[in-house]
Structure formats: C-alpha cells, structure tokens
C-alpha cells in the first residue's frame, strides 16, 4: 500500500492552521479586549499571554511552510493573489510582536504608542486574515460583493476570535477582569452567531462549487449535523460563562473549550467545503504536490520532531498554568 | 509597468527585507550564548550581580529577538508573494530545509523563551538555565538551515533535475555542499563579533553615565575580551571563505577585485572606480602581483577575469565596494579590541575617549556583516540559483502598483522599528545610571531591574 502523500500533507497543513487559529486567535482577541478595559486589567491582559503569543504565531509559519513544502505549485499562486492582504497582515505581525517589548521598555508618550499599536497590530492581523479567508473560499475572485463579503468574513474572523480572547480571560484571571469576560463572551456570541449565519448563508451563494457539495439531497442531511453541533457548542458556551459569573462553577476553562470547539466545527465546515481544492476551483492537492522524495523526508522529520514540539508546548502551559499574574515584565 | 522595473521593485524590496532582518539575528545568535555564560555563572557563585547583568542582557535579547522574529516571519513569506518561480523550480530542495527550520527552531526557542524571561520563578534553577541553553541551540540551530540552504543556492550539489525542476538526490550533499562550513563558521563568528561590540559598545555607554557600575564594567571587559579573540579568527575563516569561492564562483572573485581580464600575476586592487561600461578601472591604486600572491599563494598565478565568465557575471562595483568595506571595518574591530584588551587588562575601567570609541562602534559588526552579505548575495546575480534558475525568471506576476504599496509599507514600518529599537536600547543601557551615587551599593542589593 503506497501513502497518498498530498493528502497526508492536508491533514498536517490544515491542523497546523487550525492550530495556529485557535492559539494566536486566543491572543490576539485578548489584544482586541484591550480598549475595553482599564490600565491594570490591560497589564494583567497581556501577563496572561506575553509567555505564549511567539510560539502560537509559530504554528502560522509552519502552516504556510508546510503549504510551501508540499504543495510549491499553490503556495505561489495563493500568496500572489492574496499579496495585500498577506502584506497587510505581516505589517501588523510586525507591530504586535514587537509590541509586547516595546510597551514595557519605552519611555513617556512611545510607551503609550506601542500599547495602541499592540491592539492595532492585532486588530489587523485579524482582519487582513478574514480578507484572506474570504478571498481564498471564492477563488479570488475581485468585485464589488466579493469585497463585502469579504469585510462580513473579516468581521466574523476578528469576532470568533475576541471570543476565544474572551473565554481565555474567564479561565487566566479572576474579579472584575473575569466578570468583564463573561460579558464580553456574551457580546462575541452574539457577533459570532450572526457571522457564522451569514458566511454559512453568503458562501454557497458567492461559490457554485461549495453550493453544490452542501446542497446534496439526501447527504445533506448527515451534513446538518455540523451546525447543530456548532449550535450546541454555542449554547454551551454561554451557559458555562453565565455560571461562572454567578458562582456556580469552578471549572472556569469550560467555555474556553466550548469556544475551541466551535472553531474545529467552523474549520471542519471549511475544510469539507474546499476539499479536494488547494485553489479553489483550479488546483487540486495532487496537482500541485511536490515531488514525493521530498514529501517524505519532511513527513519523517515531522513525525519524528511534532511530538518533542507538543511535549514542550503542554510544558510551557503547566509552567504558566493558573490564573496569570497581575504583570509579568519588570520595567 | 515593465517587467524589468516590477523585477528591480521586488529586489529591491527583498535586499530591504533582508538586510532589515539580518540587523537582529546576527546580534542574537551569539547574545543568546553570552546570556548561557551570564546565566552559568550565576547558577556557580549565586552572585546578585551576576543575575542583574543577566536580567539586563536578556532584556536587550528579547527585543532583538522579537524583531528577529517578526522580520523573519516576513521572509517567509517573501517566497511566495514575490519569488514563485523559487519555489516552482527548487521547491523540492528549498522547502524541506525551510520546514526543519520551523519544526526543529522555531517552536524550541519561541517556547523556551518564553520559560526563559518570564518562568525564572517558576521553574527549578537548572530549568532555567537549561532552558537558556535551549534558546541558544534554537538560534543556532535555525542559522545551520537556513546557511544550509543559502550555501545550496551559491554552491548547489547533490540534486537531480526531474520535469523541469529540480528534485533532491542527496540530502547530505545537499546539507553540506562545498560552501557550507566556511560560510556558516563565518556567519556564526561574525555573529560573535556583533554581539560583542554591542556587549562593550552599551557597556560602555552606561559607564560614560555611571562611572562606578562595577556591572557594567564586568560587561565591558566580557565583550573586548571575546571579539578580540574572534576578530583574529574570523580573519582566518574568512580567508579561507575567499579561497573557497575563488575555487566555486571564481567570478565573484573576479568582481570582488575587479579583474576584469583574465591575467598572470594580477595586480590586488586597494583602490579604484570600477568603469563598467569600458570594462576598466578608473583611478586604481594597485600592488603589483598582490591578487595572485594573496589568491594563489604565487607571484605569477593565473586568476580568471570577469571576460572569462560573460555574460553571466555580477556587476562589479558593489562587491568591489562592499568587499573593501567589510574587511576594513574588520580590521578597525581587530585593531579596536586588541588595544581595548591592553587597556582593560588589569580590571580597570579605560579612560573617556576609548570609551567614547567603543560607544560609537557599537554597531560596527552590522555594517560588516550587511557588506559582507551585500558582497555574496550580489556576488550571486545574475543567478537566484546558481546555474539552475536566474532571478529574473523566478519573480512573481505581481505589478508594480501593488509592489510599491507593499514597499512602501516596508519601508515606513521598518524605519519606526529601527528607531524605536535604537532608542529603547540606548535607554536601557543608561537607565537608572543617575539614581545613585554608589552603584556598588545598589549591585548589593540585587535584582531591582
């Protein structure tokens, strides 16, 4: 039995974006929060992120590394049609990362600067990847509807992902600042819900391909389950915040979960929708593949290094597990 | 818009990229092993000074590490949304090299750096420095792939050719071409020099401001010490670079001391106006003999000039330049630290003027590391890859428009890290220097950073 590599590929290149989406998604919806909150809250924001937000940005480079390494044919095509948007999202790259430095070791007005420019930084990470996203789903296609539909995605991206901030907060703070998320994560909800309905409702309409592999009688019934199980998680989310805040329930990493949960459904819903496309409607997997000698040597390397990766990733979070610490530089 | 300008658009904006970027790791892949020294000798005497200086220096890593970070992540994707035809054609070599960058660099230091700076009370003391170290290896390590694979596209062995690309036969050939260990020795030296300057260059900053900081002192010493030991040595290997090129890319020699005929016992250059156009040199001073007694180790050795290898040859006078820059800034280092070290050697702290010196050559390790990059990478042209793939068949269908909106952003983006990044360093390096009239009582009371 001989591996279907490009397909192996897939599943590695899509958990490693699906990775990166929920870990920096997480810290840069905190980010986001940030204008929503006071000076101390703010400081306590960032402790709760500043030991992880460079690893969870690595899993980006490696999620377009791998789209690089094994499909070197699409990695052009996709990165030169989405050139301004990928131009935008690396400038805000730029500014948040150097952000968490500078903010704390900058003088006078330059430090209050670069506390903006972490939240804008990320703010525009986020949106230019909803661009992205929307750009990608409809084949690059340009006009005026594809434009907006692209903002609605953007929209959708910055909400999911201020939710994840949101929820994360519950779990690594506590007071006021946890009290605060609660509410926040009600607000993302109800963002969240109105984006996932309309990307849900706008993308069969703007895309015949993904029409055609949702609206599929009868399989479109065992389909339906996707959204009921990202209904479910949505409730499920605002009831264990709603605890939370009332004192009921300890377990205050619930609806971090449930908001993970709700991305892997989103993220399962497009994968289905693209598969078996690496440029939508124009590229398939196999098409675009590298030569299998090279596949190889980077999937042994892969498995041999992900699980050492993994380890001291789940190392690093018990390290810095625990409600975070009201600031964590020494200025 | 020409093609010919949207190809000197993305180049441009590559070299601006690039040469942003190369600023920070050739400061931290040293630092980081400077930060393991620091650290151990903590761990061995427990001393409250030795901690300050870590912390301090670590500060200083963490900001050029983050603005490492980020300017490479933007690298990364320089692949794709200006280089397609890079990957279309050498993917199969190119990408792998990438991918182990990332598995096996990225995460280790972007992880462990987090223990590092914020986990020093959280973890056990051999974690910390452990983890130190691991950041340090991570640097390293991420420097070995990525030379690796710029020494492949300057001196590429060991692949196959396969429908039109190329396709990877060899791994260790390809891993260790002929280049390869002269260049990344020269990097990883050239990195050591960097770091060292800065090290006294700041150190010698906050001296000027606190006089008696016995700290900064101890750091001064520490960083003429190791460049004047690597200045010397980095001499040598890059020597032994030059001779290792003469042997695989004989026209970048050639452009280098601008021979423009092939010639018996060529003359070495010091100084000229290379004409590339009347293929001459205009106002040349020369010694007589000196390029084949330096190149061949003979008075009358042959040395292949720049008509030997046309049309596929590098344009002369930025190698010319650059070459001479480099090796003159490396001589001023070696001279620089040699006398510093005669200064300092009985522990005391040298007089105004040698610290004023050191203060200025604070960054004199970027502008020969940025000339000697200058001097390979162009050497390089009119090849992305050498023999395989031309640069100007591998740029991207991205227009002018959209190129000089991204250059654009680069460029304003780049200049507001740069000098937010001076001025935070300066800052950190006089920091706290006029609160106190005895720094030595303020060492004693330890790690009020």
Request: net charge neutral.
């Amino acid at each position: 039995m001989s591996l279907d590599l490009p397909v192996i590929f897939t599943i590695l290149m899509g958990a490693a974006i699906l990775a990166y989406v929920i870990l920096d998604g997480y810290d840069l919806g905190v980010a986001m929060l940030m204008p929503a909150a006071t000076a101390d809250e703010q400081e306590r924001m960032v402790a709760s992120i500043g030991p992880f937000w460079d690893a969870n940005q690595t899993w980006l480079v490696l999620g377009v590394g791998l789209l690089l390494v094994a499909f070197p044919a699409a990695h052009g095509i996709v990165m030169t049609a989405l050139y301004l948007p990928v131009i935008a999202m690396l400038v805000g790259l730029m500014l948040r990362g150097v952000s968490f430095e500078f903010r704390v070791k900058a003088e006078g007005w330059q430090r209050e600067m670069w506390h903006w420019l972490l939240w804008f930084g990320s703010f525009v990470m986020a949106a230019a990847q909803g661009l992205m996203l929307a750009s990608y789903i409809t084949g690059f296609e340009s006009g005026f509807g594809y434009f907006l539909f692209g903002l609605v995605v953007a929209g959708g991206v910055c909400g999911g992902y201020v939710l994840l901030g949101a929820t994360w907060l519950i779990w690594r703070t506590d007071g006021t600042l946890q009290r605060k998320a609660v509410a926040w994560t009600h607000w993302g909800l109800l963002w969240v819900a109105v984006g996932i309905a309309f990307v849900s409702l706008a993308t069969p309409i703007v895309s015949e391909t993904v029409y055609h592999k949702w609206f599929d009688f009868p399989r479109t019934l065992a389909l339906m389950l996707l959204p009921l199980a990202t209904g479910a998680a949505w409730v499920w989310i605002w009831r264990t915040a709603s605890a939370v805040r009332r004192g009921t329930a300890t377990l205050d990493w619930l609806p971090f979960v449930g908001a993970v949960a709700l991305f892997v459904l989103s993220f399962a819903g497009l994968a289905y929708s693209l598969f078996p496309y690496v440029v939508m409607d124009r590229m398939t997997i196999w098409e675009a593949a590298a030569h299998p000698s090279s596949l190889k040597v980077v999937l042994v390397g892969a498995l041999v290094v992900l699980p050492f990766i993994v380890g001291y990733t789940i190392y690093a979070y018990r390290v810095f597990r625990g409600k975070a610490p009201a600031s964590l530089y020494e200025r | 818009m020409e093609t010919g300008e949207a190809l000197l658009l993305a180049r441009a904006q590559f070299a601006l990229n690039i040469s942003f970027h190369i600023l920070f790791p050739s400061i931290t892949i040293a630092l980081a092993w400077i930060l393991v020294y620091f650290r151990t000798r903590y761990a061995l005497t427990g001393e409250a000074a030795w901690l300050e200086t870590y912390k301090l220096w670590t500060k200083i890593f963490a900001l050029t590490f983050a603005m490492g970070v980020v300017s490479g992540v933007v690298m990364s994707f320089q692949f794709g949304t200006n280089w397609p035809g890079f990957m279309n054609t050498v993917g199969n070599v190119a990408g792998p090299l990438l991918a182990f960058e990332v598995l096996t660099a990225f995460f280790l230091e972007a992880t462990f750096l987090g223990v590092m700076l914020f986990g020093m009370n959280r973890v056990p003391g051999w974690m910390h420095l452990t983890s130190t170290v691991l950041v340090a290896a991570g640097t390293t390590l991420s420097a070995f792939w990525i030379l690796a694979l710029n020494s492949w596209m300057q001196t590429p062995v060991g692949h196959g050719m396969s429908e039109g690309q190329i396709v990877a036969a060899d791994w260790w050939q390809i891993l260790f071409t002929p280049s390869f260990p002269y260049r990344f020795t020269h990097m990883f030296l050239a990195s050591g020099l960097t770091a060292a300057f800065v090290v006294a260059g700041l150190s010698a900053w906050r001296l000027l401001k606190a006089p008696r900081d016995t700290a900064a002192a101890r750091t001064l010493r520490a960083g003429i010490v190791i460049a004047a030991v690597l200045a010397p040595v980095q001499a040598f290997v890059g020597d032994q670079h030059g001779l290792n090129t003469l042997e695989h890319q004989p026209a970048k020699i050639a452009a280098i001391e601008a021979i423009w005929k092939t010639e018996r016992g060529a003359p070495l250059v010091l100084f000229a106006i290379p004409n590339e156009k009347e293929q001459r040199n205009d106002f040349s001073i020369e010694i007589p003999r000196g390029a084949s007694l330096i190149l061949t180790h003979s008075l009358d050795g042959e040395l292949k000039g720049l008509d030997e290898f046309a049309p596929d040859v590098p344009p002369v006078a930025p190698l010319f330049f650059g070459f001479r820059l480099m090796v003159g800034m490396g001589v001023l280092m070696i001279a620089l630290s040699w006398y510093g070290a005669w200064r300092v050697r009985n522990g005391v702290v040298p007089p105004q003027w040698l610290l004023w010196t050191f203060a200025a050559f604070t960054f004199s390790g970027w502008v020969a590391t940025l000339a000697g990059w200058y001097v390979t990478e162009i050497g390089r042209q009119p090849w992305l890859v050498t023999g395989i793939l031309r640069t100007a068949d591998a740029v991207g269908p991205v227009g002018g428009a959209q190129l000089g909106a991204s250059l654009t952003s680069y460029i304003i983006t780049y200049t507001l890290l740069l000098a937010a990044y001076l001025v935070v360093l300066t800052h950190l390096a006089g920091k706290g220097a006029g609160e106190t009239g005895a720094p030595a009582g303020r060492l004693a009371k330890g790690v009020a950073a």
